[in-house]
């Protein structure tokens, strides 16, 4: 593990290769799963506070988990995380014409109708991020459908924490990540040498 602060990050993260190829998964993250996004307790409030610039987007089934139990519920593992339909689909995802799905709260914030991206969570992913008393531990989630992303970083010659820099910086700030930067780069060239 390196750390930069109290942040612990995974040697998958500096070495791994990763770029989000959506034309290969159709966004299958959104929609496959045994639980919603986790969320924080402030990210729950917002998504409430913005249900009505979001809801034209969201599917009929949706809107009625929506209304049945609101955006969130508490999982098995007592994580707050986004509703889901029929024990997959999050209830914020949408189609494109494509059959391709995509966020509904990111849609809104692209068209200017909230100034809310989407959950840390989501803007992370493959990242999980783990939280302790005294560090937060942030960890590659390797899952099958995420395949076509590590062949198409690998080609693009992009890895995990360059191809998550905006959400990196969301969450940690613009010096972490410059420091995260510098202790990957330094890592990646005195591996090249072993």
Known sequence: ML?????????????????????????????????????????????????????????????????????????EDGDLVTSIIN???????????????????????REGKTDFYKPISCHLYPLRLTEYENFTAVNYHRWKICKAAEVLGRKEGIRIYQFLEVPLIRRFGKEWYDELCRVCEAYLKENERE
């Open 87 to 109: 024990g997959k689909n999050c209830v914020f995802t949408c189609y494109g014409n494509n059959g391709m799905c995509y966020c509904a709260i990111e849609k809104a914030y």
């Open 3 to 75: 750390q930069i602060g109290n942040i612990l990050i995974s040697f998958d993260i500096v070495e791994r290769f990763f770029c989000c190829d959506l034309s290969k998964c159709l966004g299958e993250c959104c929609i496959e799963g045994d639980a919603g996004a986790p969320i924080t307790k402030e990210e729950y409030a917002k998504l409430k506070t913005i249900l009505p610039d979001i809801w034209d987007y969201l599917l009929p089934e949706a809107q009625n988990v929506i209304k049945e139990q609101g955006v969130g519920y508490i999982d």
